[in-house]
């Protein structure tokens, strides 16, 4: 397997980002980690070894990123608004900086996936911009703003919440067929610290149905808990689904 460290200067946060990438198979994966977390986090809870099978054969290319959700999602003492302007930096970081930077080919696209937070992350960059990501794999995930900014919204903190922009965005809105046309994967399991998770899911579940939007929302079972033996489980089982091995 060809593994990749990077370390580049981001104009948009005004320091330097690291990220790995691993293999360098035909669909990049664009991997985000859980809550407050690292770029050698999937690496370091096997997220990695779990998805070697499909590095190796030349189907996926993973590409592992750094968050800063320390200054914001998880910066509960912060000022409100820069919290959320900073967290739009990073997001045009990985929009604008590192994907163009990481792009083989003009207009590739890319599978967006995460657990936790890392799932908010992967699901706000589907449905913000399914231009650039065809595939989306949220596992255990929130998908709205208010879990960080539970008293304050703006703006910002409307446009990096899915469930609220999703259930207003009209049906002649141009990302609306698109999603129509992308893979969508949502997993949660029904055990242990899911207490918050699992209503947020069903709320995107049934928003998108209602919607008219196709998406596998799959639900494990109670003995499936919010923790990283989980989340191995169900990617794989979910690559396999959509990349056979054979």
Sequence with gaps: MKIQYHKEWSNSLGRDMEWKEYGEGEHSVLAIPSQDGRFFDWENYDMVATLSPWIESGKIRLICIDTIDKETWSN????????????????????????????????????ATGCSLGAFHAGNFFFRRPDIFDTLIALSGLYNSHYGFPYY?????????????????????????????????????????????????????????EKGVPAWFDYWGFDIDHDWPSWRNELAYFMNTIKPLR
Excluded at 158 to 171: H, T, V
Excluded at 177 to 205: A, F, H, K
């Design 76 to 111: 509960y003492g912060g000022d409100n608004r820069w919290r959320i302007e900073q967290h739009e930096r990073w997001f045009h970081y990985v929009i604008d900086e590192l994907l163009p930077r990481c792009r083989r080919w003009e207009n590739e696209t890319f599978l």
């Design 153 to 209: 919204s703006d703006d910002l903190t409307y446009a990096n919440s899915p469930e609220d922009f999703l259930r207003q965005m009209p049906d002649h809105h141009p990302w609306m067929q698109m999603y129509r046309s992308r893979r969508i994967i949502v997993c949660i399991g029904q055990g242990r610290w899911e207490d918050n998770t699992l209503p947020s899911t069903r709320n995107l579940d049934t928003i998108l149905k």
